[in-house]
Structures are given as C-alpha cells and as structure tokens.
C-alpha cells in the first residue's frame, strides 16, 4: 500500500470513482423526471467535490448553514438554499449573501416572515417548510389553514419571494425494507400535493414541491409529481444507507483509515486510533448487536470488502474498538491500518474536515 504509507493517524480516504457514479445517477433520474437537481452540499462540505457537480450541469445546491452558504458562495455558487430554519438572529449574515446571490430561506412561523420583511434589504426567495411525517420540523401537513395565511403573509412582503413547500422525509432513515422507502415516498408527495392544491383553491398561482432525503431519492425512479429534489448523503453513501437498502456496498465513496495500536487477544479486540471525535457516535443495530463501523482492509484501490463479523463494537473520544474474527485478528500487526466505513458519512466527514483520494 505505498499510497497509504504516510498515513499515521485516523485519515478520510475518498474513492473519487464511486462518488462520481453517485453524483451521475442521481442526476440522470432527475434529468428524465424534468425535475431541478438541489444537492445537498453539507455531506461533502468540499468546494472542489462542490466542481464535480458542475458536469452534470448542476446550478443551484443545498446547505445547512448560512456559514456554509457563504463558504459555497465565495467558491461561485450563486443560488443557494438554506435547509434549515432561517435563524432571524443571523440577519447581518443573510444581507450579506442576499446581496450577492439568490437565496433561499425557509421559515414556518409567521414571526419570522414578519422580521424577516421587516428587515430584509435584499429580494429572497422563500419556502415553507412542511411536516410530512418526520416530526422533526415544519408546519404540520393538515394544517392547511395556517399554511394557507403564512403564504399570505409572505406573498404580501416586497422583499420575500414565495417559491413553494419543501420537505425532508427523514422517517425514511428508518426504513427497512425498500418497498417501506417507497410508501414513505409516495405519502410524502401525497400530502405535499395536497398542499399544493389547498393553497391554490386560496388564490396562490405558482407553487413549487420541493424533497429531499437520500433513501428517497436512490429507490425511486420517477420524480415528475415534484419540482425539485435535494438528497445529499448519496454522494458518499453509508453503512446506514446500505443496511436500509439505498446504495449497494460498492457505492459506499469513503472509509477512514485507521491505525492499529493495541490488540487484546482474551476478547479477540483491536484497539485502533480512530473514535468519536472521528467516526461520530451514530450507530445501527444488526443481529442485536451494536455497530459503531464496518471494517474493511486498505488494497491499491482504496478498500476491501466489508470483512463479515468484524465491527467496530464500542467507541471512546480517540479510542476505536474492533470486534474480531480468528482470521483479522491473527493477521492484524500493532501499526497496519484498518479501514472503517462510517455509519453516517455526513457525521463523519464534518468531524474529518479533510479528504485524502486513493492516489
């Protein structure tokens, strides 16, 4: 492994190759849907992955943060959804961006609509956020009638915009089966059309649907019920995504490698640096057993298979401990590398905050 020799502490390996072929579907189902492409950008958070959606004539991305708006912004993205309540405290911030791009605010209380027309000194455009059955955040659905006066009050502002309703079916993470993903869906674009409907019988003409999960976006095929789509974690994918039937394990774009410090053979164990403030804490349940990562080791094209029965069973801030089997745990030396792939890859890559490609 001559690419991987530098390597002396836990390190974000990207396989290039995979996150393209992420990127091409996903943009290929929303071309022959002719719906608008929205990527989330807070899974990669990488202005130069930010370049590789350009070829799939990508304009306009999703974000998290008005920080990472501005970060995108400067690197020459300039139309911008923030996916997160607007944050009337961030004002300064939103004049700023609002005077150089076109931005995307969403709101669901009409107190922010009134601060934000109050005090807004540039045009934005503005999205409601619905409740389809997350529970996270968002006007719930069937509250048709306080959806219908946001609208107003919006449509009623000079400096606000209305787009349309946006959603983010996060229930879907919960998945087990494919067809449960795709009943997920087709409820979600229901009750959003349902919206929809509402709000024009009260007079509001143009009305955009906007979704957004991964699971989503990588098992259904025909998205011509909405306008615009914005999953984000496809780019990578995850152990997450792939227990729940998203992506395959060849579609899984990184894996961080770590290095092997301890080996304790009385509970067939492998202590490797790489923990928490790496891998995150987010963990998925297989066989009754919790896992913190799935193990794999590095090769000339960046990782193996994912090796059957070894995980990573416990995590502390630095500290990684692998579970073994006879075979890993006998050909393993105190300094070789492991490879992890992560639970939640957006998790990880914040924590990370740097890629390394195979070459």
Known sequence: MDNFQDIVKPTLILNKERALRNIERIASKARKSGVRFRP???T???????????EFNVKGITVSSLDMAIYFAKNGWNDITVAFPANIRELKKMNHLAEQIQLNLLVESKETVQYLAQNLKSAVNIWIKIDTGYRRTGIQWDHF??????TKQIEQASSLTFSGI?????????????Q??????????SKMKQVKERLISTGTERIEI???DTPCCSIVEDFSEVDEIRPGNFVFYDVMQLAIGSC?????AVAIACPVVAKHED???IVIYGGAVHLSKDSIMENRKRIFGKIALPTPTGWSSILPDCYVCALSQEHGIVKATDDLFGKTKIGDLLMVLPIHSCLTVDLMQEYHTIE
């Not at 990669?44 to 350009?54: D, L, N, R, V, Y």
């Not at 449960?180 to 674009?189: F, N, R």
């Open 40 to 42: 989330h950008f807070k």
């Open 44 to 54: 990669h958070q990488s202005a130069e992955i930010g370049e590789w959606f350009k």
């Open 145 to 150: 009638e306080e959806i219908a006066q946001l």
């Open 166 to 178: 946006l959603t983010h079916s996060g229930h879907s993470y919960k998945a087990v089966l494919k």
């Open 180 to 189: 449960e993903i795709k009943e997920i869906y087709s409820d979600t674009v």
């Open 210 to 212: 906007s979704i957004g």
């Open 248 to 252: 395959s394990e060849e579609d899984i």
């Open 267 to 269: 509970r067939h164990e």
